[in-house]
Nanobody
Framework: QVQLVESGGGLVQAGDSLRLSCTAS????????MGWFRQSPGKEREFVGR????????YYADSVKDRFAISRDNAKNMVYLQMNSLKPEDTAVYYCAAGPNIIGGSYTSSNSYNYWGQGTQVTVSS
C-alpha cells in the first residue's frame, strides 16, 4: 500500500510560481511512476505530468509544457511539481498519483494510476 500526501497549494497571482510537494509512504513508493493531475469545478480530472520511477523520463500536457516541471527525490520519497508563469486557468485541485512504470494504456489516463492523494488547492488570481 502507498499513501500520498500533497502540500504547497495556495493563492497566488498570475505570473507567480508555486511548488507542490507529494510525500509518498510505503515500501514500494520509490519504484513507481508518479503523476500529477488537476481538476477544476465542473471539469473532468486532467493529466498534468508524469515522471518515471528513476526520474529519467518526464511527460507533460501541452497546456503546461515549458511552464511546469516534475522532479523526484527517491531517497526522501518526495515528488515535486514546480509551476511557473501561472495563469488563472491553472486554478484547480492538484492531485499526486502513483502507478506502475509499465502500463498497457495511456499515461495520461487516471486509470493508469493506482494510488491517489487527497489533493491540494491552487488558485491563481488575475
Amino acid at each position: 500500500q502507498v499513501q500520498l500526501v500533497e502540500s504547497g497549494g495556495g493563492l497566488v497571482q498570475a505570473g507567480d510560481s508555486l511548488r507542490l510537494s507529494c510525500t509518498a509512504s510505503g515500501r514500494t513508493a520509490s519504484s513507481l511512476a508518479m503523476g500529477w493531475f488537476r481538476q477544476s469545478p465542473g471539469k473532468e480530472r486532467e493529466f498534468v505530468g508524469r515522471i518515471s520511477w528513476s526520474g529519467g523520463r518526464t511527460y507533460y500536457a501541452d497546456s503546461v509544457k515549458d511552464r511546469f516541471a516534475i522532479s523526484r527525490d527517491n531517497a526522501k520519497n518526495m515528488v515535486y511539481l514546480q509551476m511557473n508563469s501561472l495563469k488563472p486557468e491553472d486554478t484547480a485541485v492538484y492531485y499526486c498519483a502513483a502507478g506502475p512504470n509499465i502500463i498497457g494504456g495511456s499515461y495520461t489516463s487516471s486509470n493508469s494510476y493506482n494510488y491517489w492523494g487527497q489533493g491540494t488547492q491552487v488558485t491563481v488570481s488575475s
